[in-house]
């Protein structure tokens, strides 16, 4: 708590320390992460086509643009933002542009390819990413739109099972059409849905923190508070049965799970949201026939590599991480187009087989690093539903991220989500640019100085209730 001085001026912050803007810094990481990105895009054309590719100028410029065009914004509308987040993102932005290009090349699209489309759905999010800074100037606002966000997080995961609008690709019906352009609403439905959790879960967290009885070391909740939990359990095993979704239904009850836990501290929400899950899982297994497919496929890849749907696609992105090792094959060196759908689903066994493991590894560090700025966050957040909305943003990265690449290496079942920043998909990176933008306005209000505290000179001193302004 902040103590006013002998003098009768109040520190500048709380406990006497003051966070910099860092915003120098910041430039200069997203130098280095410029350099990651053209340096991996000039790479695949001298390892495919023997040169440097011919509009490296126009592409290096564009991204330059963009990214200054995000430092910008962080300086004028959010300077003490975590300096880290953006270069981060910038670094996997770059990369995963650099290995759609690979792909394209592969597929003999220089031109016009995924890779293109990709850095319009990338300039689409970074005006997103600004227009999010600029528009929530106070994140605690969004709190209002608790019940709004829920409802319109329903909607939207709704939406692709209205007749003549929804529509399936590759057996999950979570795809929409709207004027010959596709997109992915549960991509926006898990930004809302974070506001939705996080505004209940700070308005009702006492009554499920403190209310329960003690069963074996552990405090169970009530009955009369596991309806959120239930519910949240059934809009899961709906999304599941209905889309065939597998990867959305494990991100959006863990979601829940987690920022249950983090809001309340209380284990035995975790033990009860355990058991509902492999109650939900059990029932799935034996209820939907996709979902025992992929089981099977878990257990035994090689099995199944002619059926279909088969493990065509999760076996040849094993060989292909396999074949490249520890350094990788180089690029142009490998195959990583035999990989069904790697542009999306499989970029990261991309990654793999023509970078290798250390590459692989550097980017799951730098999905740590998102995650871990989150969290830093929300440690240093001053407020309840700061706290767990930045905990909820970052969780989101990490459960999606681990969701995917448990799948691609068949750590478990393999599921349809993307690898965020990296694959290819408009829907997803776009809302990736927009959780990183809240996550950046909620440190921003976290680490600037708190306003300074000073003694109304007005109010007679032997007052036992000392009155102060804030400038």
């Not at 990709?118 to 709190?143: E, P, S």
Request: net charge positive; hydrophobic share 55%.
């Amino acid at each position: 708590m902040a103590q006013l001085t002998h003098s009768g001026s109040a520190p500048s912050s709380l406990m006497g320390f003051v966070h910099r803007s860092r915003r120098g810094a910041e430039l200069f990481l997203l130098i280095l992460a410029l350099a990651v990105g053209l340096g991996a895009y000039a790479a695949v054309g001298v390892g495919v086509n023997g040169e440097i590719p011919v509009n490296i100028v126009g592409y290096g410029g564009w991204l330059t643009a963009l990214l200054l065009a995000a430092h910008v914004a962080l300086r004028f509308l959010a300077p003490y933002a975590d300096p880290v987040l953006l270069p981060v993102v910038a670094a996997l932005n770059g990369l995963g542009l650099a290995v759609i290009y690979r792909i394209d090349l592969a597929r003999g699209k220089e031109i016009g390819g995924l890779a293109q489309q990709q850095l319009i759905w990338m300039t689409l999010g970074v005006a997103l990413f600004v227009a999010t800074l600029f528009v929530v100037r106070d994140h605690r606002l969004l709190q209002r739109f608790t019940y709004t966000s829920a409802l319109a997080a329903v909607i939207l995961l709704l939406l692709p099972m209205v007749p003549g609008l929804g529509f399936s690709n590759y057996g999950a019906k979570i795809w929409i059409k709207v004027a010959g352009m596709t997109f992915q609403p549960g991509e926006i439905a898990k930004v809302l849905l974070v506001i939705a959790f996080a505004g209940y879960l700070v308005r009702h967290r006492d009554a499920l923190a403190l209310a329960g009885r003690r069963i074996l070391f552990i405090d169970l909740p009530r009955g009369r508070d596991l309806g959120p939990i239930l519910l949240m359990w059934l809009i899961s095993l709906g999304i599941l049965a209905v889309q065939r979704d597998l990867g959305s239904a494990l991100l959006f009850f863990g979601l829940f799970l987690v920022l249950l836990y983090v809001a309340t501290e209380r284990p035995g929400w975790i033990v009860v949201g355990s058991v509902l899950f492999a109650a939900g899982a059990t029932l799935a297994y034996f209820a939907f026939g996709h979902v025992r497919n992929r089981v099977r496929i878990w257990q035994d890849p090689m099995a199944y590599i002619d059926a279909k749907p088969g493990s065509g696609q999760l076996v040849e992105g094993l060989f292909g991480m396999a074949w490249g090792g520890l350094i990788g094959r180089g690029f142009g060196e490998g195959m990583p187009w035999r990989i069904p759908v790697v542009e999306s689903d499989f970029i990261l066994a991309a990654i793999g087989e023509e970078l290798g493991l250390t590459a692989v590894m550097a980017v799951i560090l730098c999905y740590g690093l998102i995650v871990e700025r989150s969290l830093r966050t929300a440690l240093i957040c001053r407020d309840g539903f700061g706290k767990l909305l930045a905990v909820g943003l970052g969780s989101v990265i990490a459960l999606q991220t681990f969701v995917v690449i448990g799948g691609v290496t068949a750590l478990i079942p393999l599921t349809g989500l993307t690898t965020p920043f990296v694959s290819y998909g408009g829907s997803s990176l776009i809302a990736n640019w927009v959780i990183i933008a809240l996550v950046a306005r909620v440190s921003d209000h976290a680490r600037k100085p708190p306003p300074e505290l000073t003694p109304d000179t007005d109010e007679d001193l032997n007052e036992t209730t000392q009155v102060v302004r804030l400038r």
